[in-house]
């Protein structure tokens, strides 16, 4: 999350801005840009300090590292489907090891990746949208995937909540499919078996907030910021996990 402080409308000193680049490692930038020809000539237009972080309006660019994340993801888990469905030897260690995978990726694996990629997509699915363009078939490609991953996100927060209801009960069985959902939070109280549905909102809000006020910079600093305290007060009176030393970490 630090990483995203160079989007913010401010000038820093230069080893400041370094600094805060050392973060750029969760964008896996390491990952070879197989877009790279196609971005190169459809890049579209993002605030200033956006831009020159690698975050154009094309969501192909900005977001197109974590979109191949997600093919691969779901590449991985429809092969281990199939091979649990169609497996001759049932008990064999190789379709063990499928069905395993499986029941990884059905719910929390799949919940762990989203909100491993929420930042950056909504991101990259805002920009494209402020700049939406259809006028061939790589800008409509982008803009409507730049729609369909804004829309997940802003559901994801609400879904979650009604997962959390449905899904976690005490010690329900459902547990270890959805665990994702609570981590170690302590499912027993209602007020921190939901604090995942305050930090999607936080992320969200400080989303919205960076990139729609950026030429407007008070407000575009404070906000972000009175987010960041509003779950900080509520991690310290709430205090959600289990593990002391955790709620100790995150505050």
Known sequence: MFY?????????PQNFKDFLKIFAAGRLDFIPDILEAINESHMLESPKNFYEHEFSGFFLH???TMVLLW??????????KLAVLFARKKNSVLNQFFRRSVEQFEWSGMIRMWTSTYLELLFAGLLQ??????SDGFYILSSVFAIGF??????LPFLSLTLIKKKIKGSSNN??????LVDDYDTERKSSKYFLFFVLCRRMFMII??????YHPKPQVILPWIFNLCLLVLLVVVKPHNSSLLNFSES
Do not use: D, E, Q
């Not at 547990?175 to 994702?180: D, P, T, V």
């Open 150 to 155: 804004t829309l997940a996100n802003f559901a």
């Open 4 to 12: 995203y402080l160079l989007f913010m409308n401010v000038v820093y």
């Open 209 to 214: 907030s960076v990139l729609f006020l950026y």
């Open 175 to 180: 547990l270890n499919k959805y665990r994702a």
């Open 71 to 80: 093919v691969f993801f779901v590449l991985v888990y429809l092969v281990s």
């Open 129 to 134: 949208i402020r700049v939406i363009n259809f």
């Open 62 to 64: 900005s977001g197109g």
